[in-house]
């Protein structure tokens, strides 16, 4: 299953934040909790936490971007859709 990242709202601190740095790369196995990126308002800086464990397909934004509050940052891949691509697989494999 696909798990989009969002900005989450900022207390206190507006509605935008900039990417300072990216601490995961496309296509790297992440845990549910582990820092995926810093952002930076200018009260403030704060890392987002990766959702669910899976691995890192795709970065929607890149270092010094600007966001705003609900834009997608990343799109993990969970354990699940991963396990059910293999299966599928192992499936036409047999068939074969």
């Given at each position: 299953m696909k798990?989009?990242?969002?900005?989450?709202?900022?207390?206190?601190?507006?509605?935008?934040?900039?990417?300072?740095?990216?601490?995961?790369?496309?296509?790297?196995?992440?845990?549910?909790?582990?820092?995926?990126?810093?952002?930076?308002?200018?009260?403030?800086?704060?890392?987002?936490?990766?959702p669910t464990t899976g691995r890192l397909v795709e970065i929607h934004v890149q270092e010094g971007d600007v966001v705003k509050v609900g834009d997608i940052l990343a799109t993990l891949e969970t354990e699940e859709e991963v396990d059910e691509d293999e299966e599928e697989n192992e499936d036409e494999d047999e068939e074969e």
């Amino acid at each position: 299953m696909k798990v989009d990242v969002e900005l989450p709202e900022i207390e206190g601190n507006g509605d935008e934040a900039t990417v300072s740095f990216w601490y995961v790369d496309e296509d790297e196995a992440v845990e549910e909790g582990e820092d995926l990126v810093e952002m930076i308002t200018d009260k403030t800086t704060f890392n987002i936490n990766a959702p669910t464990t899976g691995r890192l397909v795709e970065i929607h934004v890149q270092e010094g971007d600007v966001v705003k509050v609900g834009d997608i940052l990343a799109t993990l891949e969970t354990e699940e859709e991963v396990d059910e691509d293999e299966e599928e697989n192992e499936d036409e494999d047999e068939e074969e």
